[in-house]
């Protein structure tokens, strides 16, 4: 199976940036996409943003412009490089991938963004 480790997680104030890292390993065959959701208490998981193995991206609205997301293809990494951020972007962001035939996912790493 898949494994995925995230890092880059932690507090910050309104206004400022993190880079979250997730790094797959294990029986990795054909990727189709990797990307990140989040999750607040009481909410759905929702998506944040996307990259197929190509290189075609999408983003929530909620992010479109704050938010960057680029993938290694070699070292099977996704990067989500956020600026600007904004208390409502608290919440635990999970890494996400996509074979061909199945979904993986991270065990979560917490941001908040607060002052």
Do not use: H
């Not at 990307?35 to 759905?44: C, N, S």
């Not at 962001?93 to 993986?104: E, I, K, L, R």
């Amino acid at each position: 199976q898949v494994q995925l480790v995230e890092s880059g997680g932690g507090l910050v104030q309104p206004g400022g940036s993190l880079r979250l890292s997730c790094a797959a390993s294990g029986s990795i065959f054909s990727n189709r996409a990797m990307g990140w959701y989040r999750q607040t208490p009481g909410k759905q998981r929702e998506l944040v943003a996307t990259i197929t193995r190509g290189g075609t991206t999408n983003y929530a609205d909620s992010v479109k412009g704050r938010f960057t997301i680029s993938r290694d293809n070699a070292k099977n990494t996704v990067t989500l490089q956020m600026d600007s951020l904004k208390p409502e972007d608290t919440a635990v962001y999970y890494c996400w991938y996509a074979s061909q035939t199945y979904v993986y996912w991270g065990q979560g790493t917490q941001v908040t963004v607060s002052s």
